[in-house]
């Protein structure tokens, strides 16, 4: 049985925490900064295209308050929508970054569902394992292709729970429990956490982690949130590793001991 305390390892790295987070859509960089300390995560996703981490000497820059030294930076790919541009991307992440290698892969398919391109996920993965990145990848809830994208070499899958940014928590745990067993890299659900249940079940399922970003930044007390957040991800691998009870359609069990009951008395004749 795995101890409690067991790691999240990824690349060969161990994390003590197995809660993951963007950091887009605070207010600053300081609320940001504040509510990532809260939640515990270690590992922080940055979206190149939309981040500066800098590209802009002359803009602030999240390195300033989210220090390489202290946080595992993921740079991820974040509005690219073909395995050329996803690529691209992530080889100017990691000149910026001196060199970084892990990665967060995601090509989307579309700007209003923001759906996985699968085909494209596939070969974008392909190139950048074959260029040495340690690739992390967002993909659909999908254990044949999620097979296939471990079998190319990336190092976790990151299925989606649900849209991205949308909030509707996991619309299919059936697949992603396929998704688990199928495949034997960590598993993190990636897309769709709205409140700190949905990431308490993700990890009831058996997920390795959970990653989320509008879940806690949208919220009306971010740093609340990821406190939350925190807590949920703790519980949720706690029940896992306990194991729950099974359920019982239609059986009512009672809750208390049956063996050794104190026979009722009898009423006495008159």
Same mark, same amino acid.
């Given at each position: 049985m795995e101890p409690a305390d067991a790691k999240l390892v990824v690349a060969g790295r161990a994390y003590a925490s197995r809660l993951l987070v963007g950091t887009g859509k605070y207010r600053d960089f300081a609320e940001t900064r504040a509510a990532i300390d809260a939640c515990g995560a270690e590992i922080v996703t940055v979206a190149i295209r939309r981040t500066n981490i800098g590209q802009d000497p002359r803009a602030p820059s999240l390195l300033e308050y989210l220090p390489p030294s202290k946080y595992t930076l993921l740079p991820n790919t974040a509005g690219c929508y073909n395995a050329q541009e996803a690529v691209r991307t992530l080889r100017l992440a990691r000149e910026l970054l001196d060199g970084h290698d892990l990665v967060k892969l995601e090509v989307l398919g579309d700007p209003q569902s923001l759906y996985p391109n699968m085909p494209e996920t596939l070969a974008a993965a392909r190139q950048l394992v074959g260029e040495g990145f340690k690739v992390m990848v967002y993909c659909s809830d999908d254990p044949i292709q999620a097979k296939?994208?471990?079998? #190319? $070499? =990336?190092?976790? @899958?990151?299925?989606?729970?649900?849209?991205?940014? !949308?909030?509707?928590?996991?619309?299919?745990?059936?697949?992603?429990?396929?998704?688990?067993?199928?495949?034997?890299?960590?598993?993190?659900?990636?897309?769709?956490?709205?409140?700190?249940?949905?990431?308490?079940?993700?990890?009831? #399922? $058996? =997920?390795?982690? @959970?990653?989320?970003?509008?879940?806690?930044?949208? !919220?009306?007390?971010?740093?609340r949130m990821a406190r939350a957040m925190k807590l949920a991800v703790q519980a949720g691998r706690e029940a896992f590793l306990a194991g729950r009870m099974p359920k019982k359609l239609y059986t009512a069990a009672p809750s208390s001991p049956t063996a050794g009951t104190i026979a009722p008395s009898q009423p006495k004749a008159a």
């Open positions: 296939m994208l471990e079998d #190319l $070499g =990336c190092v976790a @899958v990151m299925p989606l729970a649900s849209l991205i940014g !949308s909030g509707m928590g996991i619309l299919n745990p059936w697949n992603l429990q396929l998704v688990i067993e199928r495949v034997s890299v960590p598993v993190l659900v990636d897309a769709g956490v709205g409140t700190a249940s949905d990431a308490s079940i993700a990890m009831e #399922l $058996g =997920c390795d982690g @959970v990653l989320m970003n509008t879940a806690i930044a949208a !919220s009306a007390d971010p740093v």
